[in-house]
């Protein structure tokens, strides 16, 4: 049985899609096809059926699809036994990541690792809370950074640090509607608001015994904390954002502060690896360099991404609908 077919074979039982399953990947289309009708004639049976946009698998697919995984894995852990016992952190390291923050913490840390180890060639891809529970998926990478807390009891995870919210405007934004000077007092400003898979994010902050479980109103919500700075910066309301996420936007004064005392409890942000008994030198590297990456003095000299307020449309800011 072909290895590529098996392999591609997995890839769209995974994305129920021949188009998701080539964009992933990076294969073309024709190519995952190609490989797909191989296999059925190999084994002498059809592997999906279509369901209008979704491709789902047959009993004869259902059959097959477990023990490919079994002969993928293993040929994966065989693959890194070997390489385990080489010194040589060399070749291609594919990393996935849930996309919080994007180029704010992913590509400026890779930047930084690629500077200390030119020999080792990079493969980023994000992906959704949602996709990042797929464990089979996870097992695609050679290490998965993620912003989620069951890394705290994960025998294959490693938590790198720890971040806390806060909440961020912009002068703008406080010189139109007032400063809070308390919880209370948020109820009457415009929230800019994240999404989870389980619905909108309320504002679970603390301050030493005190606790505030807020959820203010506002028309604009998303799950990514890109888009919900931006909006911070374009004066449309309060955002709940990760500290480290608007250290920029503060220097340059697009954002301060809100109730600066307030915060959320601290939430990890960890490193997986698909096993921990078998680790390449190229991951052990990367796992190593990101330790040092989130020490406290840690100097990074690369690019930084932040968003620039260079100007705003006229008008004066008016109060919003509630969310829904």
Sequence with gaps: MDFQSLEAFVKVAESRSLSAAARQHDLPKSTISLRLRQLEEQIGAELFTRQGKTLELTDAGEVLLERAQQILALCDDASAAVASVSDDAAGVLKIGATGEFGTALNAQMLCAFRDAFPRIQLDLVFFSPSVFMDLSRQRAFDAVLSFDEEGRSDRRAEVL????????????YLDAFGVPSDTADLASHRGVLYRTPEGVQPWKLKRGKRSADVLPPGDIVANDYWTLKYFAVASAGIALLPQFFAELECEQGHLVPVLPDWETDARPICIRVPDPRYVAPKTRAFIEFCKT?????????GP?????????????????????
């Design 161 to 172: 640090t720890t971040v806390r919210h806060g909440l961020f405007a912009s002068p703008r």
């Design 293 to 301: 990456y989130f020490q406290p003095g840690f100097a990074f000299a």
């Design 304 to 324: 930084r991404y932040y968003v620039e307020s260079l100007s705003f449309p006229g008008g004066k800011i008016t109060p919003s609908r509630d969310t829904k």
